[in-house]
C-alpha cells in the first residue's frame, strides 16, 4: 500500500511540473528485418560445426543388488509388491542402465561429465559422434558437491572443445546447450545469457 501510494505520488508530482519532463523514445520508424524474406538462411551451422564431434554419448551399466531394491519406495506399495508375487517376489539383483553426455576437453581422451551420469557405475561406455566404434573409459576423479566428475577413453586426435574466458560473457549473449543424452543423436538448443552469478567455491 505504501508503495503504490508513493508511486502515485510520483506520477502527480510529474504531472504538475512546472518544468517540461524529458522521456527518451524510441525512433518512431523501426526497421524491420525479416531474414525469412530474402535470399538467405539467418545460421550459425559455422559456429556449431566443429563443436558438435566435442560431444559424447555415455552409457553406464551397474548391478543393483536386492538390498538396494528393496529400499525403493516403490516396493513399499502392496500394489507394486504384489506385481512381483509368482516371479521369485522381489528380484535379487538386475542390471540397471543409463545415458547420458559428456565433452571432450582434451585430444587424449579426457571427458567432462556430470558426477550422477557415472556414479557407481560398474561399466563406462562411450560413443563419439560419426564414430561406430565403442570406447571403455575409466574414472579419473569426481565430486558430487558440483555434480562434475572426469572419465578418460583411450583415443588419440580427438576434437577437444575449446575454452573461452567465461568473465566476458555478458547479459543478453546468445549460447548455445549441445548434448547427446538419448543414445540417438545430438541435441542443440539455443538461448541468451538471462543471469550472472559469481560462484563461490569452497575447498
Same mark, same amino acid.
Do not use: C
Given at each position: 500500500?505504501?508503495?503504490?501510494?508513493?508511486?502515485?505520488?510520483?506520477?502527480?508530482?510529474?504531472?504538475?511540473?512546472?518544468?517540461?519532463?524529458?522521456?527518451?523514445?524510441?525512433?518512431?520508424?523501426?526497421?524491420?528485418?525479416?531474414?525469412?524474406?530474402?535470399?538467405?538462411?539467418?545460421?550459425?551451422?559455422?559456429?556449431?560445426?566443429?563443436?558438435?564431434?566435442?560431444?559424447?554419448?555415455?552409457?553406464?551399466?551397474?548391478?543393483?543388488?536386492?538390498?538396494?531394491?528393496?529400499?525403493?519406495?516403490?516396493?513399499?506399495?502392496?500394489?507394486?509388491?504384489? #506385481?512381483?508375487? &509368482?516371479?521369485?517376489?522381489?528380484?535379487? @539383483?538386475? !542390471?540397471? *542402465?543409463?545415458?547420458? /553426455?559428456?565433452?571432450?576437453?582434451?585430444?587424449?581422451?579426457?571427458?567432462?561429465?556430470?558426477?550422477?551420469?557415472?556414479?557407481?557405475?560398474?561399466?563406462?561406455?562411450?560413443?563419439?559422434?560419426?564414430?561406430?566404434?565403442?570406447?571403455?573409459?575409466?574414472?579419473?576423479?569426481?565430486?558430487?558437491?558440483?555434480?562434475?566428475?572426469?572419465?578418460?577413453?583411450?583415443?588419440?586426435?580427438?576434437?577437444?572443445?575449446?575454452?573461452?574466458?567465461?568473465?566476458?560473457?555478458?547479459?543478453?549473449?546468445?549460447? #548455445?546447450?549441445? &548434448?547427446?543424452?538419448?543414445?540417438?543423436? @545430438?541435441? !542443440?538448443? *539455443?538461448?541468451?545469457? /538471462?543471469?550472472?552469478?559469481?560462484?563461490?567455491?569452497?575447498?
Amino acid at each position: 500500500m505504501k508503495k503504490l501510494f508513493l508511486l502515485s505520488l510520483l506520477t502527480l508530482s510529474l504531472l504538475n511540473a512546472k518544468e517540461g519532463v524529458e522521456f527518451k523514445y524510441s525512433p518512431k520508424d523501426m526497421e524491420r528485418n525479416y531474414p525469412t524474406a530474402q535470399n538467405y538462411i539467418l545460421s550459425y551451422n559455422n559456429v556449431l560445426e566443429n563443436v558438435r564431434s566435442s560431444i559424447v554419448n555415455i552409457s553406464i551399466k551397474k548391478e543393483i543388488n536386492g538390498n538396494q531394491l528393496s529400499a525403493n519406495p516403490f516396493f513399499n506399495d502392496p500394489f507394486f509388491r504384489e #506385481f512381483f508375487k &509368482g516371479y521369485g517376489d522381489i528380484p535379487q @539383483e538386475r !542390471i540397471q *542402465q543409463a545415458l547420458g /553426455s559428456g565433452v571432450i576437453v582434451s585430444k587424449d581422451g579426457y571427458i567432462i561429465t556430470n558426477n550422477h551420469v557415472i556414479d557407481g557405475a560398474d561399466q563406462i561406455t562411450v560413443n563419439l559422434a560419426g564414430d561406430k566404434k565403442e570406447y571403455e573409459a575409466k574414472v579419473i576423479g569426481k565430486d558430487e558437491k558440483s555434480d562434475l566428475a572426469i572419465i578418460k577413453i583411450e583415443a588419440k586426435n580427438l576434437n577437444a572443445i575449446t575454452f573461452y574466458n567465461s568473465d566476458k560473457v555478458k547479459v543478453g549473449d546468445v549460447v #548455445f546447450a549441445l &548434448g547427446n543424452p538419448f543414445g540417438v543423436g @545430438e541435441t !542443440i538448443t *539455443q538461448g541468451i545469457v /538471462s543471469a550472472r552469478v559469481e560462484a563461490a567455491w569452497e575447498s
